[in-house]
């Protein structure tokens, strides 16, 4: 397969950047301006398990729900108060370089969503080097599938990803339904700090539990993907925000800019967002809190669109 012109040799800037920049680059931690790189990754941690061990005491909720027979595939989920169960399902996919992180320590929005009656789910799949990035996106694929056939009378899946999640979240656009046996629902897209190529990871040390192949990151990039689908109108009923934190590197902003761009160019109802004065990782912390600009911009999408 012949390589789309954005990333043919010598156009893709990051293809003239030494080793250590592009580790530099595709280090998230790294720039991080308020705390130094460690402390930012503790802090997410902590504020993760705070925010799970606060919704998992707070609200109604089904944990450790199995999509599949493999001991990740599992989902929690949280409940809206109320006795109706007809209401938008939020699913979350939590990022770490597709080989850290878990659903135990990513239920950051539970509260803030659920106390406006949107359901959300958290999602648990085979990180590396257990689970390759095809069963990845294959057990993302299958828990949507799953949700959609537990509660079919859904108003809309929302699919949110931060980083390597939102990966996962936008290979979701490009998935051929017809093998599930069901249609998702599926309203709206939020690709926090995400990565849509992804040649570059493996020239980092971050590909070292990965072991991507070039032939297995092609297969598993969006950017390519979408660029080489015929121009036809993308499915009107989904919105697709990609969101950027201001202070993630200039790499993962080029990297999302261009899939949006991409995006409108195959006709899907896209839009761009950068957020001012927050990092890769206080963009996802900060929807602990209803008052955050982005979970505004989640409830307001949802709403505008159920």
């Not at 997410?44 to 001991?71: C, M, P, W």
């Not at 659903?103 to 949107?118: C, E, I, R, W, Y």
């Not at 958290?122 to 537990?150: E, H, N």
């Not at 656009?173 to 249609?183: N, S, Y």
Request: hydrophobic residues 40%.
């Amino acid at each position: 397969m012949e390589l789309p012109s954005c990333v043919r040799e010598g156009e893709a800037p990051w293809k003239k950047m030494s080793k250590e920049e592009l580790q530099t680059q595709y280090s998230p931690s790294k720039w991080a301006i308020h705390r130094e790189a460690e402390e930012t990754l503790k802090t997410f941690s902590q504020i993760g398990e705070q925010a799970t061990k606060k919704a998992r005491a707070s609200r109604k909720n089904l944990l450790g729900v199995a999509y599949g027979d493999h001991e990740a595939e599992k989902l929690d989920i949280y409940f809206p108060m109320g006795e109706s169960e007809v209401w938008p399902l939020f699913m979350f996919i939590h990022g770490g370089y597709w080989q850290s992180g878990s659903k135990d320590q990513s239920a950051f929005v539970v509260n803030p969503l659920t106390g406006q009656k949107v359901a959300v789910v958290i999602v648990g799949y085979d990180i590396a080097p257990k689970g390759t990035l095809d069963l990845m996106v294959d057990q993302v694929t299958r828990s949507i599938s799953f949700l959609q056939k537990q509660f079919p009378r859904n108003e809309g899946i929302y699919l949110c990803g931060h980083s390597a999640g939102a990966h996962l979240a936008t290979m979701m656009l490009l998935t051929d339904w017809t093998k599930q046996e069901v249609t998702p629902n599926l309203k709206g897209l939020f690709l926090v700090s995400g990565i849509y190529d992804l040649e570059p990871i493996i020239h980092t040390t971050m590909n070292e539990s990965l072991s991507l192949t070039l032939e297995a990151a092609q297969r598993n990039s969006p950017q390519l993907l979408l660029e080489a689908t015929q121009t036809q109108p993308g499915d009107p009923a989904a919105q697709v925000l990609v969101i950027v934190g201001q202070q993630d590197s200039p790499e993962f902003k080029r990297q999302s800019k261009n899939f949006y761009k991409m995006l409108l160019q195959k006709g899907w109802n896209a839009s761009f967002e950068e957020f001012q004065d927050v990092d890769h990782f206080e963009i996802v912390w900060n929807l602990t809190r209803e008052d955050f600009e982005l979970t505004q911009v989640i409830l307001k999408t949802i709403f505008q669109e159920s």
